[in-house]
């Protein structure tokens, strides 16, 4: 068990497909991450605090600009939590800035943006 975190994004009207999920005609699966929890820290703020397990976050350009800001100052915010590993800012850095331009680009072509966690 851990923190087991990802993004994607997708545009188009929701369905329901045969396993009785809610997906999306046109959905692109963006990065995952493992033990990042700063960057859940982050995405908690965004969602308003409290506990993010199995939501769906949706990042606008502005959440994706903050936290290009937050890495660039060295800025996630200390998280811990019993399944969440160590600090691993350093190991994600490179990956979450190609993160950051694929979300700006894909928000830009329309699509929604999302991060997503669970443990």
Known sequence: MG?????AAHRGEAYTNDCGET???DEIY????RQHPNLQGFMQS??????????D??????????????????GLPETQGFFFGENSD???AEQD????EDAR??????????????W
């Open 3 to 7: 923190l087991d975190q990802y993004a």
């Open 105 to 118: 680009d894909l928000i830009k072509d329309g699509y929604t943006v999302f991060y997503h966690s669970n």
């Open 30 to 33: 963006l990065v995952e991450w």
């Open 57 to 74: 976050v949706n990042l606008t350009l502005e959440d994706i600009d903050a936290l290009e800001e937050a890495i660039d100052e060295s």
């Open 90 to 92: 350093e190991q994600y």
């Open 46 to 55: 965004v969602y308003g605090g409290g506990d993010i397990n199995g939501v």
């Open 97 to 100: 800035r190609e993160f950051i």
């Open 23 to 25: 997906a999306y005609p």
